[in-house]
Every structure is written in C-alpha cells, then in structure tokens.
C-alpha cells in the first residue's frame, strides 16, 4: 500500500487550544496527546505511568471531559480544547481543590496526582457535593500506589466542605 | 510503550472512508474511539499500516427516537449515549450496561460502535445488544448496505461478523415490550475492570408468569451468546423463582468459562448462576413496576 496515497506517519500539522492558549505543531501519527504534551509542549505535569489506559495518571480534560491522554492521537486531538494540570491554578493561585489536597496531604511521591486532580476537577464541576462514595467512585481509574487513597478522597471531599470546614483545620 | 508507525487519515466523508478501508486490504482500521485500539497498539496486540478516523464525517454520532425504537450513530460516545434520558427511558438495559463500561474518562471517548466491532469476550455492550435483539448497520463500497443482527454478530474473542472494508455506521435498538423488564449485572475486582461475569437479562412477565425471558453473559467464553428459554431447556410451568433458580444452574452448567489470575473456572461458574437468578429476579420485578406505570 503506497503511503503517499493512503495516508501519511507524519508530520501532520495540529492546532488546539491548551490551558486557554492557541498551540499547535507538527507530529507523527502516532504521537499520543500525552507525549505531544509533555514532549513538543513542555507540559510535563501530566504525567505517563503504563501508556495503555490502565493508571489514569495522564487524566486530561479534552473538551471538558476527563480523558486518557495517552489513548488520544495527537492528531486525533486536532481542533479541540485541553486543560493539563498546569491549567488549574491561576495567576498562582492553586485552585481551592489543589488547596484541599495539599492541605489534606493527599500524595506522597505525586507520580499519579496531576491525574486525580484533573478527575476530581471534572467531577467536582459537575457534582459540587458528592458523597463519598461518589468521590470514591469518581476516582477508580486513577491508580496510587502510595497513599492507600484515603488521604486523596479526604482531600477532594474538603475541597466540597465549607470553607470554615476545609482546610487543615478540619483535621 | 509508545505506539508503533502506522499511517493516518481523517477523511471528510464516509465514501472517502469507505475507499480507504478497502484500498487497505486488510491492513487498514478504522480508529472509533481508540479506548481498545490504541493499547492493542501499544502492546503490539495490533499492528495495522493506516488509521482511518471518521470523525470529521457528518451524521455518525447522535442518537435518535422513534416509535420502533432507538438510533444510535455508531460514533456516538458511551457517555453520551448513557447521559442521554431518550436511552435511559428506551432502553433502560443499555443505560445500565453502559454504566458499566470502564470508567468516565474511558466512556468519554469510547464509542457504541467501536466497543460492539471490537467484539471483547467481557465487554458490557455485546452481551447487552444480544438481549436488546439490537442490529447493526454496516457499509462498504462493494457491498453497499447491510443490517447484521447482533446475534450473528459476534464470532468469536475480537472477531465479527464484519467484513475488513465494511463500517459499522448505526446500531438500532427496537423498543422493548412494555411487559418486559431487564437487568444487568456484573462482578469486578474494581468498578470500571472488566468484568469477570457480566448478566444481561430481560423478562418478559404476565401477571406472576414469566412469558419470556431472554439472557447473554460476558466474561464466560469467548463470545457473548444469546440464551432462550428453548436454549435453557426451562420447564415452562413453574412458578418464577423456581424457574431462574433452573435458568442459574442452566447457564452454569453449559458455560466452560476462562481461568486467569482475576478468577478461577470454578468461581465464574458460580458467580454465573448467582448473577443470572439475581438478574432475572430483578427484571421480573421490574417488569411489573413498568407495567403498573403502563397502565396509570
């Protein structure tokens, strides 16, 4: 099959909007979202653990909704909208649930928490007060090897409670 | 591990596709959603030379209502499909199936149609369009259109009916008899792993007489398989309980289910017996509370 007339490796030409700004490049076709990210943009926060869907540790938000940057072509990603986890804090300010978790001491070596974060973000903008078990459930495709994931869910339910209740005070 | 090379197109419209897919002659796949394909790259399980995605095609995702039943574009994402109440009303077996289907951030880029062709043993939605009666339409340049029943769908572990340049555009699903209810159920090791069993059921019920019942598992073989009362062997006279404690041992008895570091043979025995009464029992009851609401 000659590959000029099927279809090409690369480079393919990309633009999107990432953490609110006009980026784009030119990549193979089989550059993940996740290697364009940290590799052509600097991106680094998210994070690659198994590189087939299993850790959640690169968690994205691609047009709003959390999704494995690792299982999105680049090319595949052309056009839409993505938030990292360097997006999530503003004018350096951490967001109030990056607060929570740093408050709530929510990770040990970090290697998975740009995941969590991001999962946690997109289910708190859709839920503002699960429950716990929402919150657990919420989370169960991110993988810690760490923490034993008590302090992570303690984390994101302080950053629900009210603000007199959030925080390290609440501990 | 990063993925290996292959060649990539994202054509405008499904004749351009549909050229593509059989120019490959084989060695062409569409990329749906990519939740499978890209870590059977990424293991090496694939290797094809051209991804074709159709995403930029109009008209292959959405999901649509009429008298008969559901249209659900073959693109249209699992969260979608699952957010949407048209499903949830319409088709409350699948809603339930899709709930299932990994985790949020899998389901928000997966697709119906990409989880039906990609055919995998354990997999929610095979065992749930088998028990829907669902139908599947598929294009291609040489043979034009064509509607495949779930039932011959599904071939074997990854394998469909499907032929290499033939595209699944649309999955319908008829609306269920207001008489029926139905049920999925499954046990994992975590919510959103893949099922070491998986029930799909529905029962059809007349008063405290099961009518009908229809049942498929995943998980237990290497394709999900269409179970009828004839296929059961079911005593057709006794009372219901009687009847899906006969159904459990049934299934129990005519499934020769994997063994793997998740689950024993043994243990996915049982748990097909134990998931398949409990599945039909909850489908009997909720058949009568749809009838009731039928009927007020």
């Given amino acids: 099959m000659p590959e000029s007339e099927l279809g090409a490796r690369g480079p393919l030409p990309i633009r999107l909007e990432v953490n609110g700004e006009e980026r784009g490049g030119d990549v193979e076709a089989r550059t993940t979202l996740a290697d364009f990210l940290r590799d052509q943009l600097g991106l680094t926060g998210t994070h690659l653990g198994c590189e087939h869907g299993v850790c959640g540790a690169c968690t994205v938000l691609l047009d709003s909704l959390p999704t494995r940057s690792c299982l999105v072509l680049a090319a595949s990603a052309d056009g839409c909208r993505v938030e990292t986890v360097e997006g999530l804090a503003r004018d350096g300010q951490l967001s109030r649930l990056q607060r929570a978790m740093w408050d709530s001491h929510s990770f040990q070596c970090g290697f998975c928490t740009p995941g969590f974060l991001i999962q946690a973000t997109a289910l708190l903008a859709e839920n503002p007060t699960p429950t716990e078990a929402e919150v657990r459930h919420a989370l169960s495709g991110n993988l810690c090897r760490c923490t034993g994931y008590e302090s992570i869910v303690r984390g994101v339910l302080a950053a629900c409670a009210g603000p007199e209740r959030s925080g390290a005070e609440s501990k | ?296």
Avoid: N
């Avoid at chain 2, 159709?54 to 574009?73: F, K, Q, Y």
């Avoid at chain 2, 389901?107 to 995998?120: I, K, P, Q």
């Fill in chain 2, 1 to 296: 591990m990063k993925l290996p090379p292959f060649a990539y197109r994202a054509p405008e419209s499904l004749e351009e596709g549909l050229e593509l897919l059989a120019a490959g002659e084989g060695e062409a796949r569409i990329l749906a959603g990519g939740q499978s394909l890209i870590p059977m790259l990424a293991l090496r399980l694939a290797r094809p030379s051209l991804l074709i995605e159709l995403r930029r095609v109009p008209g292959l995702a959405g999901v649509h209502e009429d008298g008969s039943g559901l249209r659900i574009g073959a693109l249209t994402t699992e969260l979608v499909a699952e957010r949407d109440p048209r499903v949830r009303a319409a088709s409350p077996l699948l809603f339930e199936a899709l709930e299932f289907v990994g985790h949020p951030a899998i389901r928000s880029r997966g697709t119906v149609g990409g989880s039906l062709c990609h055919a995998d043993p354990a997999a929610e939605l095979p065992a749930a369009a088998l028990v829907l009666g669902a139908e599947l339409t598929a294009r291609s340049l040489a043979r034009g259109t064509r509607t495949i029943p779930a039932r011959d769908f599904f071939l074997g572990p990854y394998t469909t009916a499907l032929e290499f340049d033939e595209v699944v555009t649309e999955v319908r699903v008829p609306a269920p008899p207001s008489s029926q209810g139905s049920c999925y159920l499954e046990v994992s090791r975590r919510p959103g792993d893949f099922a070491m069993v998986g029930v799909a059921a529905a029962v059809v019920r007349g008063g405290d007489r099961v009518l009908d019942l229809r049942l498929a598992l995943s998980g237990v073989g290497d394709r999900p398989r269409l179970l009828t009362r004839d296929e059961l062997e079911l005593e057709g006279q006794d009372s219901p309980e009687v009847l899906f404690g006969q159904a459990g041992r049934s299934v129990a008895a005519r499934i020769r289910p994997p063994e793997d570091l998740h689950a024993s043979a043994a243990y996915r025995r049982h748990l097909s017996r134990v998931l398949t009464e409990r599945a039909l029992r909850t489908a009997f009851e909720r058949a009568a509370l749809q009838g009731g609401a039928a009927s007020a």
